[in-house]
């Protein structure tokens, strides 16, 4: 029961961080890239709830603009990262062979970076662009699905209704995507939502080093930088605040994806 | 299969996956946009000049040329040249790569002194307060992005509590580096009794250590929680408690002894983890590592130092797994049929 309430918060957080960055616009207090001289290094307070940073732009509706980056960017890699797995595992799954062999190689040969240096070299190697930061994520998260598609797809290409599928005459590729693989989707579903939560830290990671979204563009990991300076002079609200929004997202993400687990896989149920 | 005959097709199994690794990092920095010749040749070359280069660095022969070119440097250890230190890459990375290494042993440290028994007290006392403690750590924590708990950890503890020095590298100002033995300042000074440099090396490791350490803490409690648990339901458990045997030995004998063969894979997982969180706690505590180096060089877009340290991560993480796969392999038997 306490778990059920758990998770429906943090579902009712992710829409909400989802509502906010729809309506930046008309929720943002301030321009989030207007400086304004007279009002810089402001504390929190009633004007600035969360304060103004060294240009005097107004830290929250810097975050809430920011949101809208940092969420693009983690649903299209993720959803890049879906895609080419489930088609890459599929395929492999079920034709086997040289297609299963070539793919896998690929696969463990991806997995053989550490996913966050992989990103760090294809975003430094390929420039700073938001599409960038998308494909590097998506490429890092690939071996994941594949390997997950494909596991189920041996599972579900034995099945009855396969072979039934396969007898009356269907196509390869209409059993394989139209058939089979909605079949492999639960397992899938909940990695994808585990999976935002890791891209929107990667997608900070990347900015905070100075990869990938550039200023003036606000994202949580490039505020956060810009806060880092400013620890030792005590103004604390720059660096904690774009931070906090990272960690409740992600939390809120994981608390998602584990409660899906347990929903999907009873077995899962507290074990991890 | 025998233990001499796993080894071997393990060894050799890693044969692909480096090549493969190279194939990638060639890719990156021979194929993609951004002429290495454009950028060599500086903003004022003229197009003769951009090809005389580009011929010079081979860049105008095929592409299966220029990458057996490219992997024969990497087996001389030819990582190519850094544009701003002017030094090979390969010597820059030598020089760094003690602060990186001990940066990162420090963290498995911690993280594994902290995360075992917490995910072994977790799973005996299931439900109990420890447990609800490791798994708030487990999704609080991961939650977290490292350079966040960095910066937090030197607000906290340097600014306001002032128990941490400044944020800035591996030893206070004033304070000379120990004789070097194995580069790590800390081993190196308790060797040489060296007790000024020891105070101040670890003084400067707390904090980059515990930030470091606290990301990887999470999937270490995690896993070894998991594996205790399965092991407590298991028949010869079971069997422990029907004959009688005390709790004691039965958990911390029999049950903990068999958790940790399989947390003895999870050494390659956190080396992943840590090589990550190392490139931003670097930046963070201005640590002189590897990390720190290849970030440097993209804010210059010099990009032989970045790409030279994809490739090398990739190959250490290759052959810490490797080593990970036969350490299982001696210790437990079992793997080796499968």
Redesign the interface.
Same mark, same amino acid.
């Given at each position: 029961m306490r778990r059920n309430t758990l998770s429906l918060l943090a579902l009712g957080a992710i829409l909400t961080i989802i509502g906010l960055a729809l309506a930046a616009p008309l929720v943002a207090p301030y321009d989030p890239d207007a400086p304004q001289a007279e009002e810089t290094l402001q504390a929190p307070g009633w004007r600035h709830w969360l304060g103004t940073d060294i240009y005097g732009r107004d830290q929250l509706s810097r975050i809430v603009w920011a949101a809208r980056v940092d969420l693009l960017v983690a649903l299209a890699a993720t959803a890049m990262a879906l895609t080419t797995g489930c088609v890459l595992g599929a395929l492999a799954g079920y034709r086997g062979g040289l297609v299963d062999q070539v793919v896998m190689? &690929?696969v463990?040969? %991806?997995m053989?970076?550490?996913?966050? %240096? @992989?990103a760090?070299?294809?975003t !430094?190697? !390929?420039?700073n662009a938001t599409a960038n930061v998308v494909v590097a994520i998506a490429i890092t998260h690939v071996p994941i699905y594949t390997r997950l598609i494909r596991s189920e797809m041996l599972r579900v290409r034995e099945m009855e209704y396969a072979e039934a599928a396969r007898t009356v005459g269907n196509r390869q590729r209409r059993i394989i995507f139209f058939h089979l693989l909605p079949n492999c989707f639960p397992p899938v579903i909940v990695q994808a939502t585990l999976a935002m939560?890791f891209a929107i &830290?990667t997608v900070?990671?990347l900015s905070? %080093?100075? @990869?990938g979204i550039q200023p003036p563009q606000s994202e949580w990991?490039a505020m956060?930088?810009e #806060?880092?300076s400013y %620890? =030792?002079s #005590?103004e604390?609200w720059i660096? @904690?605040f774009p931070?906090l929004a990272?960690? =409740?997202t992600? &939390?809120a993400f994981? @608390?998602v994806g584990?409660s899906l687990r347990d929903l999907l896989d009873p077995r899962m149920r507290g =074990?991890? | 299969m025998g233990l001499g005959r796993y080894v071997a097709t393990r060894v050799l199994l890693v044969l692909p996956t480096l090549f493969g690794v190279t194939l990638i990092t060639f890719a990156l920095t021979y194929l993609l946009p951004g002429n290495p010749a454009l950028v060599k040749a500086g903003p004022l070359a003229t197009p003769e000049h951009i090809r005389e280069m580009e011929r010079q660095m081979g860049l105008d022969r095929p592409v299966p040329v220029q990458y057996w070119r490219y992997l024969s440097g990497v087996l001389r250890g030819d990582f190519g040249e850094s544009a701003t230190t002017g030094r090979p890459v390969l010597q820059d990375f030598l020089q760094r790569v003690p602060a990186t290494l001990e940066l990162t042993l420090a963290s498995m440290l911690i993280a594994i002194a902290v995360g075992i028994p917490l995910g072994v007290v977790a799973a005996v006392r299931r439900d109990g307060p420890v447990d609800h403690a490791s798994r708030l750590l487990g999704v609080g924590g991961v939650a977290m992005p490292t350079f966040w708990t960095g910066l937090l950890a030197v607000y906290l503890f340097f600014y306001h509590l002032g128990v941490a020095p400044p944020p800035l590298g591996r030893l206070s100002p004033g304070v000379m580096a120990p004789t070097a033995l194995t580069g790590l300042y800390a081993v190196d000074a308790l060797l040489t009794g060296n007790a000024r440099a020891l105070g101040s090396a670890l003084h400067q490791l707390m904090l980059p250590s515990l930030t470091l350490g606290f990301s990887v803490m999470a999937p270490v409690t995690r896993m070894v929680r998991a594996t205790m648990l399965e092991i407590l339901e298991s028949d010869y458990i079971k069997a422990a408690w029907a004959a009688g045997l005390p709790r004691r030995t039965i958990v911390y004998g029999d049950a903990l002894r068999n958790c940790l063969i399989p947390v003895i894979t999870l050494v390659g997982v956190v080396f992943g983890f840590l090589m990550a969180g190392n490139v931003v706690v670097e930046i963070v505590f201005a640590w002189p590592g590897i990390g720190n180096y290849a970030v440097t060089s993209l804010l210059t877009k010099d990009a032989a130092p970045i790409q030279g340290f994809v490739l090398f991560v990739a190959v250490v993480y290759v052959l810490i797994n490797l080593t990970v796969d036969l350490v299982y392999g001696v210790v437990d038997p079992r793997i080796r049929l499968r």
């Open positions: 190689r &690929l463990d040969t %991806i053989a970076f550490p996913a966050f %240096i @992989l760090m070299g294809i !430094a190697a !390929a420039g939560g &830290l900070a990671a905070f %080093i100075g @990869l990991g956060a930088a #806060g880092a %620890i =030792v #005590g604390w660096f @904690l931070g990272i960690m =409740v992600v &939390l994981n @608390l584990d =074990v991890a | -």
